[in-house]
């Protein structure tokens, strides 16, 4: 009897890799904004226009065995990235601008109240968008 084994590339397992941490980067922040009450910042707002596509495109990607899906997705975690580092930069002070509050009642970025698992949330944010497009990145070489 022969072993027959089933091979799967790691390009599949790097896109589903990435729709993996799309799907928990979007229901982390539908979760701070929906059961948590707390309502996002413009820049928080910007990067949730970011990830939430990527969820979806990402996801139906990942089921069809599109690898092509790095044309749409790598622009839009480099600009959900690029966005993040900037509200990160805010964050951490090396800006002049300051972290605008969410809301004019509402609670800031910058509060206690804004930290996950001990990190804040736009540096969770910047990892997410940053490990997006470290594994898309591959997906972009020439096919044979």
């Not at 979007?26 to 970011?50: D, K, S």
Request: glycine share 12%; aromatic share 8%.
């Amino acid at each position: 009897m022969e072993n027959k084994t089933i091979s799967i590339g790691i390009d599949p397992l790097m896109l589903m890799a990435a729709w993996g941490l799309a799907l928990v980067a979007t229901l982390a922040a539908l979760f701070i904004g929906e059961v948590m009450g707390q309502m996002p910042c413009t820049l928080c707002w910007y990067q949730r226009i970011a990830m939430f596509p990527l969820a979806v495109i990402l996801g139906v990607a990942a089921y069809r065995g599109e690898l092509g899906v790095w044309r749409h997705g790598l622009p839009l975690s480099v600009i959900g990235l690029v966005i993040a580092g900037y509200h990160s930069l805010q964050y951490a002070g090396l800006l002049p601008t300051p972290i605008v509050p969410c809301q004019a009642s509402g609670p800031s970025c910058s509060g206690e109240g804004m930290v996950v698992m001990g990190m804040p949330i736009p540096y969770l944010s910047a990892a997410a968008f940053a490990g997006i497009t470290l594994l898309l990145l591959p997906l972009t070489r020439k096919r044979t």
